[in-house]
């Protein structure tokens, strides 16, 4: 059974709708038809700056080899994955199934027939489920009859199923599962803590790349186990050096000592990687909060500079690097809609002209790239039930 398959999505005011087109061959093997095992395929929509995954099912209901005499227990199931919905669903939802069947010539031998089906488990994974005996399978189960009797060894009939389904549109959210961001720091710090007297816990400096940052010994010693291993060896310096900006090293300072953050203005990935590369080493135990409050930063600048795909595909790599889930499905969303296309040509091939033009191209052929798992592109022709160019195996 060959497959492909295309999904869009359209935004009301209130309500999205998410249309799937699932189209699938059928054919016999000389006087008994073929046996088929249960298939079940996932597939993308994007909404906002979202990638949401989807699964429909086709086949019969248990793992075993699919032949005549079983066909009653054939199913044909879509799936939502419940971590792509809120916690709970206020409303009902129902799924429409559009069916279609076509031969060889593109001649319609099953007129459009649909459905309306109700999910049967919405506390998990909500799952529209038609079995043999609805209009959609029997009318599937009954093309494949047709062939068997018109002995259509080398015919192949396409069947044209495409799915619709309506939600509201605050069922869907980039996370239902945000941790607390860190709350900005209420004043301008002193980090030499000029209120102690004694001089000697105010002498440690750590050096930057571009610049100094003068702090207190025995705030730094009760803030982090690196400094503290750093301060406590017999030959312990009155300067510290680090590979970051000061920029960075005020902010990871500010941090661990109020457990506040605030970045003022663009951030850079660069900055950003710096930050959590440090606060790796600094005291990793109390990142959270910080790692947050960066991914939230940037979501933000990834929707503001949309079209601008190298910052797009920087950020992407950041988001691999330091497990930033969130900001790595955000901008897999955003250039698979916009960048597709340009993406492909530009960093999809290895060649040495991209290499020179595409400095990024590198780290992303090493991580398996940006889309997945053999990124391409085939237009066909309209399709019979909505009538839209299909976009085929473009795959994420």
Known sequence: ????????????EERVTFRHNFNFEISPTGHRLSFIDRRETSFVTIHGMAIYEWMIAWGPEQAFNWRRNLSRKSILELTI????????????????????????????VCPLVSQTVLPQNVDSDPKFRLDSDSLIVSRILWARDQLARLNGINRRWTCYLCTMLQLEASDFALSTNWGNPAPPPPNPLDFRFGSIVDRSRHDITIVCLNGRVSASKEALFHASTYFRGKLLRPEASLEIYEHATRLVVEELITYMLTETYA????????????LLQLIERYHPIKKGSLVTSIEQHLLVQ?????????????????????GLDRLAVAVG???????????????GAATELNRRNHPLINDLQSRGGLFRPSAHIKLTSLHPLTRDVQIISKEL
């Open 263 to 274: 970045h003022e203005g663009p951030m850079s990935t660069r900055h950003a990687d710096e």
């Open 81 to 108: 994955p419940s971590f792509t919905l809120s916690d709970r669903l206020p409303h009902p939802i129902e799924a429409t199934f559009h069916l279609s069947i076509h031969d060889e010539d593109d001649n319609e």
């Open 1 to 12: 059974m060959n497959s492909s398959m295309t999904s869009t999505t359209s935004v009301g």
């Open 333 to 347: 969303a955003i250039v698979y809609e916009l960048h597709f296309n340009d993406y492909m040509l530009d960093y």
């Open 302 to 322: 990834v929707d503001q500079k949309r079209t601008d795909l190298p910052f797009l595909l920087r950020c992407f790599l950041l988001a691999l690097k330091n």
